[in-house]
């Protein structure tokens, strides 16, 4: 069993951190995760017109034919042939696999409404139950075009289901004319086509604003984790090489040795040799700096204690006006951790706002028992607001309650709760004993492959 061990790391480090955690997830996001402008292609609002002409002329052949109703069939017949040769000229003029810009969407979909209230004007207004048929433009738009087409096309649709309580010829019917519904009702039916509309196009929006954003936050954490990744695989690449590279030089050291025995001392080509000797010499401590980071991946490297986890987490931040701590304790015999880069970097990330937030102290602590391992990020700052903790780890959750900027808590802990939740482990966020904020990880000791030191 290892005791209390606490290390303040008071020396300072002279490499800033690559990634500044929660600030460089900011910067990544800006407000693209949002934007919808021109996210329909042209294809779907062709083949969606294509699958409105067959409905129609269906519903037409059936109420004409199999239902013996009489209604202006020609003047029908008209409207939904203009949807279809609109659907023949976008077709032929405008290339199908390109996204349209919101404007066009905007005139496609009002075109569609627009023959829509044709429709309905000419067999019963809004006492035709394919009335509701006006919610399918707004929530396209609502799903896939920016909030400004929403609400023209909402208003739009409003304003011509409104007209047809009034406006409108008579439903087929048997006999002709013989079925009137009482105004207060027509009313009613148009309120609640305002009312679907209205909700089901908020709906549509939110939810789909949700998925657009969640997908961005994983795109952005995949690419973090590749980020470190590649950084981990240069570290390889670089000890290779200074690998690789030791036995030529070591050949070059020989020769420039014996030109500098050979050649007469002082002359011009004894100067080139000894600078060869010289530079050689210089190359070689440099390749075994390299070689000595241990980048390469060997045993040694990448295995830790969680002691050494942690100081390597904080060590970037060092050096930035607040003391940070280091403390380990178990129960058991000491766990051997896996270096993992995802792991160093949700640490980091966590080290980094608690730095940013902190008034003077951050304490870093591991605890371990025979079945799990515990990390903890302690700072003595103002701490989580109680509204925030329940949506902390969501992408785009607000910042901490405080009087001072800093980093954010939005994208940067999803992407540092989705790292640590990759590694088999679990985040939790409360109030720390510091009076601050609380970051809790917490894994099984078999998930990071964690063994027991002999």
Known sequence: MKGQNVKALNAAVPNAPALRGF??????????PVATLGSLRRQTLVTLRWGAVVGQALALIIVSQLLGFDYPLIACGLAILASAAVNIAVTLTMPLDRRVSDFEAYMQLGFDLWQLAGLLWLTGGITNPFAILFLAPVVTAATTLSRWVVVALGTMAMTLSFSLVFLYQPL?????????????????????IFVGSTFTSLYAWRTTKESRKMAFALATTEAMLAHE???SALGGLAAAAAHELGTPLATIQVVAKEMSREVEAGSPLAEDAALILSQSLRCREILEQLSQ???EGDMM????????????????????????SVSSEGHEVDPVLQRQPELLYALKNYVDNAVDFAKSRVELSAEWNADTLTINVDDDGPGFETALLGRL??????????TRTAGGLG???FISGTLIERTGGTVSYARSPMGGARVQATWPRDRLSITANP
């Not at 087929?172 to 609640?192: E, H, Q, R, T």
Request: glycine share 14%; charged share 25%; no cysteine.
């Open 229 to 231: 990744q590649k950084l």
């Open 411 to 413: 994208l940067g802990v």
């Open 293 to 295: 980071r241990g980048d």
């Open 23 to 32: 600030g460089a997830a900011a910067a990544v996001t800006g407000e693209s």
């Open 301 to 324: 490297h990448d295995a830790l204690s969680p002691e050494d986890l942690l100081e390597e987490a904080a060590e970037p931040f060092i050096g930035r006006g607040k003391d940070i």
């Open 172 to 192: 087929p019917w048997s006999p002709a004319g013989s079925f009137d519904l009482p105004m207060v009702f027509k009313l009613g039916i148009w309120m609640a």
């Open 393 to 402: 780890g969501q992408p785009y959750a607000s910042t901490r309650g405080r």
